[in-house]
């Protein structure tokens, strides 16, 4: 064999052990807390006291020093994905999902807590440094489920959508000084679930309250600088168009029939137009929907998951440039990681066992090495907050 040829071979391997190395982001043993006086029902995560790290808050059902009051925990990171003790603050009786939006525009992150029995949403302000004022309410209708922020009218300000009653979103436009409008409603899909009938008005406000919505996320789908809604439900995947003003058209259906859990929006291809993935817990699967562009979406590609896919999350996992996910599935115990061939495109799964019955998880660089790691937890038996670092350089 020539040297030449030697060094072309030695090249080759090289590269192909690089490229190994790239494949799929390596995480390390996972680390299992055990949540004491916790009990989580949601999670999502934030630089909450502005030091650089990324810190948590936990929505519960109940906690320790008083049941069903003191019910959002904060625990603060120390920089290296250990956490100080948790700090807990009122919310409402029946905590359903939490996650964090600058809506005062104070360069701090705020809290908005879903109470699905009490049919209203609770929002803590922070104080710059990880302290809380007082709650404040918003009443948004019978059984409020999910919820997120986006600039809807393009004014700077956060503003807010709920899922409502499984059959609207309630829109609440920011005004400033810390206050929202009244909501404004807008109808989803409330087809009937095989035979039978939902369509009655359960709280008298004029609209039918339908059954399932799950999840609902912002992101800009028709490319025209304004952040739509799109929305999952038991029974459909439903896109309402922003007008540019805040205002929103009537639904369209992306998927009329079938049961979805959550979803995510993200430009998986790279031509600059967000794309959906959509946890299918009937297929056991995830389905990527890509847009063409202008909102309309070209048909599911299914990518097999384990058993009942609930959360999902999107993020660059191996640092090469592209939008990976993470999907957790409740019944097989594990975590997904569906590696982006730089397409749009997914590989098969890589999964990672988790502790049982751990259902949501949140993603970023909680170490401070620049590599997104993961924390999930348990929303039933056992309250467990488990963390899995990313070790990929």
Avoid: W
């Amino acid at each position: 064999m020539s040297r030449k040829i030697f060094y072309l071979l030695l090249l080759s391997y090289f590269i192909h052990f690089i490229n190994v190395l790239a494949v799929e982001p390596q995480f390390e043993t996972r680390i299992d807390l055990r949540a004491k006086n916790m009990y989580p029902k949601s999670i999502c995560a934030s630089d909450f006291d502005g030091d650089g790290d990324t810190d948590l808050a936990i929505a519960n059902l109940a906690s320790d020093e008083s049941i069903l009051l003191q019910n959002v925990s904060v625990l603060l990171n120390n920089g290296d994905c250990t956490f100080q003790p948790k700090v807990d603050y009122k919310a409402g009786r029946t905590t359903e999902s939490i996650f964090a939006s600058d809506l005062d525009s104070d360069g701090s992150d705020d809290l908005v807590v879903v109470n699905r029995h009490d049919n209203f949403i609770s929002i803590l302000y922070n104080n710059g440094d990880a302290t809380f004022r007082d709650v404040v309410d918003y009443d948004v209708g019978l059984y409020p489920g999910s919820a997120t922020a986006a600039d809807f009218n393009g004014d700077g300000k956060q503003d807010l959508a709920v899922t409502v009653s499984f059959a609207y979103v309630a829109i609440l436009i920011n005004k400033g000084n810390s206050k929202f409008d009244d909501p404004i409603k807008y109808c989803t899909p409330d087809t009937a679930l095989i035979g039978l009938s939902r369509h009655i008005d359960n709280d008298n406000d004029g609209y039918r309250d339908g059954f399932g919505a799950k999840s609902i996320c912002a992101s800009d789908l028709d490319g025209d600088g304004d952040q739509d809604l799109v929305v999952t439900s038991l029974e459909s995947i439903s896109m309402l168009f922003n007008k540019g003003n805040g205002t929103f058209d009537a639904y369209v259906c992306l998927v009329c029939y079938g049961i979805f859990q959550f979803l995510i929006s993200s430009d998986f291809d790279g031509d600059g137009d967000n794309d959906l993935a959509v946890t299918d817990p009937i297929s056991n699967s995830v389905k990527v929907f890509m847009n063409k562009g202008m909102g309309e979406f070209y048909s599911a590609v299914d990518y097999a998951a384990g058993d009942f896919p609930s959360s999902i999350r999107a993020s660059d996992f191996d640092r090469d440039g592209h939008i990976d996910l993470a999907v957790e599935n409740v019944m097989s115990d594990d975590l997904s990681i569906f590696k982006n061939k730089g397409d749009g495109t997914f590989q098969t799964a890589t999964t990672y066992p988790v502790i049982k019955l751990s259902d949501l998880f949140v993603v970023s660089d909680f170490d401070g090495d620049n590599d997104v790691d993961i924390v999930l937890i348990t929303t039933a038996g056992r309250p467990y907050i488990s963390i899995l670092k990313n070790r990929q350089y």
